[in-house]
């Protein structure tokens, strides 16, 4: 398409800003600044911004009533007071900083300008570098390194400020369970909540496929665990299921909670994609939108820490947005010593199908 544009939102204080307390590597000091600054940096080598079809958008500034649409009061306080004071840790692996409450508030109206930017038409796609992610944190709390839930909150927007009532779909491709965005929408009939992540099959957790919504909700929050391990070759198979649901759901716009923690050299999640996967998934999701939301598809990052890999990561899904032919960078040629795991996600796609079967139409 000769007149594309695809909306990139970035911000210097995502790449400086936030700085986390401590020495390497614990699990939370993965979550800094130089995940966007390798990714600016990479994109300044390629002179990615040449390319006129890419808009740079800059977050909206919004006041705190905004945040206040998807969290208590009593807890937006708590992140304004402990980034006053300076440090201090609040639920579960949230460090706080000087820069939280503005940053994470930046974050929020970033993943606001990328949607917006799509529903108003500005541009055809869009990806959000924001970070700290958000699809842990909960209405009253934080958690996972998720300050406020930045694709909750950004729908909780869209509904009040712009009386936006269309249905919308978020595929989150991040390793970890989205919790914190099935919390919102459990009850939901307008959002529909699919969950690609790596599982504990053995300790168990939450993001279990039984957790199927509630009320009016009920079918429309699914879950596909897979096992550590999985590879490029299996990646994907959650497309059968999620393919016919959306085509069924038909909404009107897709938000993809973008998580690279799949990929093989993440510190933090144990699978095994290449950026491959991403472009992939990409061309795969792209061709669903324009063919039942009119290409309304907005990614917001979310977590993702292999300083290698992001950029490349990124760089993936940009391609697939352009219809682009995308070549892996050549460090990724490896051979993963790994029993094959499709087997077991063969299993989990079928009992998985076996419980929505009752909610939708299409899957048999
Ligand atoms: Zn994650």
């Known amino acids: 398409m000769e007149n594309k544009k695809i909306g990139i939102v970035i911000d210097n204080d995502f790449a400086s800003k936030n700085n986390p307390p401590y020495p390497r590597p614990i699990f939370a000091s993965y979550e800094n600044p130089n995940r966007i600054k390798i990714i600016l940096n990479y994109f300044e080598k ?24 998807a969290h208590s009061r009593y807890y937006i306080d708590s992140i304004k007071r402990l980034s006053n004071l300076g440090s201090g840790h609040i639920g579960d692996e949230v460090f706080i900083t000087k820069d939280t409450f503005n940053l994470a508030k930046k974050a929020v109206g970033g993943a606001i300008k990328a949607v917006e930017s799509v529903i108003k038409n500005d541009v055809n796609q869009s990806f959000a570098l924001i970070r700290p992610p958000g699809h842990h944190a909960l209405r009253e709390m ?6 406020f839930n930045n ?17 919308i779909a978020i595929v989150d491709i991040d390793d970890h369970f989205g919790d914190g965005i099935a919390q919102y929408f459990y009850c939901d009939s307008n959002v529909l909540y699919f969950s690609v992540h790596e599982f504990d099959f053995v300790e168990g957790e939450l993001g279990f496929p039984d957790e199927l919504g509630e009320g009016e909700g009920l079918g429309k929050n699914i879950n596909f665990p897979v096992p550590a391990g999985m590879n490029d070759n299996e990646f ?29 050299a993440d510190p933090v999640g144990n699978c095994n994609l290449t950026s491959l996967s991403y472009f992939r998934f990409t061309e795969k999701i792209l061709k669903i939108a324009e063919e ?42 490896l051979e993963f010593q790994y029993k094959s795991k499709m087997e077991e996600i063969i299993k989990i796609k079928n009992s998985l199908k076996e ?10």
């Open 292 to 333: 039942v939301s009119e290409g309304k598809l907005s990614f917001i990052l979310e977590g993702g820490y292999s300083l290698i890999g992001l950029p490349f990561c990124v760089h993936a899904i940009i391609k697939g947005l352009l219809n682009e032919h995308f070549e892996r960078p050549l460090f990724e040629n």
């Open 142 to 147: 934080g958690s996972g390194l998720s300050v």
């Open 236 to 264: 994907l198979e959650f497309f059968d299921i999620l393919d016919p649901i959306l085509r069924e759901f038909q909404p009107d716009l897709i938000i993809i909670a973008t998580g690279f923690d799949m990929y093989f």
């Open 151 to 167: 694709i909750a909150n950004t729908i909780l927007y869209l509904r009040e400020e712009l009386k936006y009532d269309k249905k």
């Open 46 to 69: 390629i002179n990615l911004f040449e390319d006129k079809r890419l808009i740079k958008l800059s977050p909206l500034i919004i006041e705190d009533k905004i945040i206040e649409l």
């Open 355 to 364: 419980l929505l079967k009752n909610h939708w139409n299409l899957i048999e």
